[in-house]
């Protein structure tokens, strides 16, 4: 069974600052593996996809790369601002229809 | 607008019964999925439907119940047979086709008093 893992759990930068985000699968068989936003007590934004062929999608300040040999992925966010704080998931799309999310990391931007 | 509407926001119910939560989607899409959120824990898959009249059950489906008689709306049930159903449950669509991306509504909030 796919396992997607997201460190930290937990990150606090200051405004203006680049950041990077990870997120890990163990099952290379992917279709596709896609970021979310999720504010609190809302439901999930789609922030990017990335199709298991591609290497990278862009959109605005984020970057979301993929690597699917070595099972990982990053989110770049440039700029941090406050409004970028929230918590960030990523999901897989293995063989099959299920989607597999991570646990997610809660960002803090501080003014 | 387009979108996945979920409701109601906040559901309160007593130990014994049964709820039913709402999801409803105007995006064309023939594929909805239900998830549950914990504190702490990625989303779980509870039930899936590709299609109208068909769906599939999730990792952890025991405990819920599900309806797909109309590509719109995609019900779900808590039954009481569920032993903690406390939790922040996610509604999402997709259209079909391998590399499409889900969308997923504003979620309900289920407190068993």
């Known amino acids: ?111 | 607008d387009g979108g996945i509407t979920q409701s109601p926001k906040y559901l309160f119910r007593k130990e014994g019964q049964n709820v039913t939560l709402s999801c409803e989607q105007n995006l064309n899409h023939d594929a909805m999925y239900w998830y549950r959120q914990d504190p702490g824990q990625g989303l779980r898959l509870i039930y899936y439907s590709q299609i109208v009249n068909d769906f599939q059950k999730g990792d952890i489906a025991e405990g819920y119940s599900v309806s797909r008689e109309k590509k719109e709306s995609f019900p779900l049930t808590v039954t009481s047979a569920q032993k903690n159903p406390t939790a922040f449950y996610l509604c999402a669509s997709r259209a079909s086709g391998t590399y499409n991306e889900q969308f997923f509504g504003p979620g309900t909030r289920l407190t068993v008093l």
Do not use: H, M
């Open chain 1, 1 to 111: 069974k796919q396992e997607v893992t997201q460190i930290p759990a937990a990150l606090s930068v200051p405004e203006g600052e680049n950041l990077v985000l990870n997120c890990s699968f163990t099952d290379s068989a992917i279709y596709n593996l896609q970021w979310f936003r999720q504010d609190p007590g809302k439901g999930l934004t789609s922030l990017l996809l990335i199709q298991s062929s591609q290497r990278e999608q862009t959109s605005g300040r984020l970057n979301a790369s993929l690597d699917k040999s070595s099972g990982r992925s990053t989110l770049y966010i440039a700029a941090s601002q406050p409004g970028d704080s929230a918590t960030y998931l990523c999901a897989v799309r293995s063989v099959g229809n299920q989607f597999y999310f991570g646990t997610g990391t809660s960002l803090t931007v501080i003014p």
